[in-house]
């Protein structure tokens, strides 16, 4: 199903990123602030997963993206067959980028390929510098990692050097991004990257 | 299982906390001061759990408990079979306090009762205030919650009100401790509420 996901995304002319993290490290910040700098260049599509609420939709439709919240009551994360059967309700008529934001865990959603072009793993400093050698697949499996929350530095023991070190062991060919999503700083990197990706997609 | 380990618990006159929360949230921190605060006062033993490394155990060998490491690769969660069989490795001798350090993960650890007396949610000030409503079944499940990291209050959005709020609006019985490890503010009465617990036990 993850690759008839790809097909799919591939037919739409989507590129599609799977944004993984424990709860709480900023994901739905990080895309709100996507949102609104990708206005004028390209499209973006989310898909929000989370056990309840349909807070993070809210907060997506709010910044100004057609969203669809997944609820997986009980479930620790996103499947393929649960997003195949929310981008349909999607109804995408133009190419552009879907993000889709899985259930805060940093563990299980590791493990299924939802058909992503590439998975964006976040943490934020607050989390420990550990992180990547405790719960390893995750950062074994995605491409990207961004470091977010870096305007807390100065008042948590966090060593951004340590922690990329951490998880090139554990993943070579990861790329990072250290930013604030609060300040924007760092912001600008992350951007270029992601529509130079979108470009190749294209 | 469950249930035998509950009996095992009893049978050795054993208080045992079951601590969850997501990855970053300062349960091994907490465990660290709450060792040495117990120092003279009654015996602590804990179990870690973690998806790898031993890096938890060591800092709790360090602080001077007994510990066992559970490692359990790309599991994510503890079970009560794994804990029965870490139990038996710790050889306890005296009744006290036994902590289970759970992994990192705001969703699966709710699903799987391994025996304990309580259950202790922690979340930190830094993941955001909605968590208790996003993953609720970790609320309602547990016993107790630390609101960890408040030095941090100044630096983030953080609304302690609004979570305890939507905390009881999924558990009522829950009760709450507000407190920084790192400045050991409200250590106090997180303490005290444990010596309780246990001299009840007893």
């Known amino acids: 199903m993850a690759q008839r996901n790809r097909g ?57 993206a057609p969203v669809v919240q997944i609820n997986t009551g009980n479930g620790c994360h996103l499947d393929a067959d649960m997003v195949n059967k929310a981008v349909k309700r999607l109804e995408i008529k133009t190419d552009g980028i879907l993000m889709i934001e899985n259930v805060g865990n940093l563990v299980c959603p590791a493990l299924f390929d939802l058909g992503e072009a590439q998975r964006v793993v976040i943490i934020s400093v607050t989390e420990g510098d550990d992180k990547p050698l405790k719960y390893p697949t995750m950062f074994e499996t995605s491409d990207v990692c961004v470091i977010n929350k870096t305007d807390l530095l100065p008042y948590v023991d966090f060593d951004v050097k340590k922690t990329r070190e951490y998880a090139l062991r554990v993943n070579p060919r990861l790329k990072f991004f250290e930013l604030s999503v609060k300040t924007e700083q760092g912001m600008d990197a992350w951007m270029e990257w992601l529509l130079k990706a979108w470009q190749i997609e294209e």
Do not use: C
């Open 8 to 64: 799919y995304f591939e037919g739409k002319g989507l590129l599609v990123l799977n944004l993984v993290s424990s709860p709480g490290s900023g994901k739905t910040a990080l895309l709100e602030k996507t949102i609104a700098r990708l206005k004028g260049k390209t499209n973006i599509y989310v898909i929000e997963g989370d056990q309840q609420t349909l807070n993070d939709a809210n907060r997506i439709k709010e910044a100004g």
